[in-house]
């Protein structure tokens, strides 16, 4: 409990996208894990903040699916979303930048290395997300009443 040293055990992660058309697997030794803010990555995730996890490029095995993605590139920005052509979930992916891989956390089926390090681009964020710690937790979908 608490101790997160458990993680380091899995050294292979597998990962893929909603409908499985895509399926790979990472080496669980990520060096950063940003929660990124930015107006664009709202806009990529539908929600508050993208959570990519960063390695190097050749942390991945693609083990079917790769040329099932698509990529688009935001004009003048060094940000780019690639996902997968049929059910629309972020997948890993070279930066734009060309040095490092960049994998969704939650295309992975277990848990990473490393623990959230930061919140960045938070002068674009979305104020409702400064109340998320107030919402009330279920574990499913909560009754109707
Ligand atoms: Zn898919
Ligand atoms: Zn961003």
Known sequence: MGDHSTFDKIEVLQGGCLCQAI?????NQFTHFHL????????MTGSAHVSNLFTTKDAIKWLQGETETKRYTVPGRQLTNVFCQ???SPVPHIASSGKSLIVPAGSLEGEPNLLPQDH???GESRKWHEHIDE???FSHFPESK
Request: charged share 10%; hydrophobic share 30%; proline share 0%.
């Open 36 to 43: 990124c803010h930015c107006y664009q990555c709202q806009k």
């Open 120 to 122: 960045i681009f938070m």
């Open 23 to 27: 399926q790979f697997e990472v080496t």
């Open 135 to 137: 919402a009330i937790c």
């Open 86 to 88: 049929h059910c629309g």
